[in-house]
């Protein structure tokens, strides 16, 4: 899972990279998925009713802390206040 044009590790992944990385079918992911376990918008972007794209970093801390929400749910907090749209207007 890395991008070819710098070699740096991917942010998202698709489907089968992802139930890789957590250890599960895709099957299994799907109904994560689809009971909420893995928040869309937050563990994966839907982009048609047939390609979904899953953050990387956030499915390897759900896989290491999925018993312990609290440290997952501070993991997420720290995703998104590190995206630019969540920075404050005039912060710089």
């Known amino acids: 899972m890395t991008s070819p ?5 991917a942010v998202w ?4 990279e992802a139930a890789t990385i957590v250890g599960l079918s895709e099957s299994s992911l799907k109904k994560l998925r689809l009971n909420n376990q893995l928040v869309e918008g937050i563990h994966g972007v839907r982009y048609s009713s047939r390609c979904v794209r899953y953050n990387v970093e956030l499915l390897k801390d759900w896989a290491m802390n999925r018993n312990n929400t609290q440290l997952h749910n501070q993991a997420i907090a720290n995703h998104l206040s ?9 912060s710089d």
């Open 5 to 9: 044009a710098n070699s740096q590790p």
């Open 13 to 16: 992944c698709n489907k089968h």
């Open 82 to 90: 590190a995206l630019p749209s969540y920075q404050l207007p005039g």
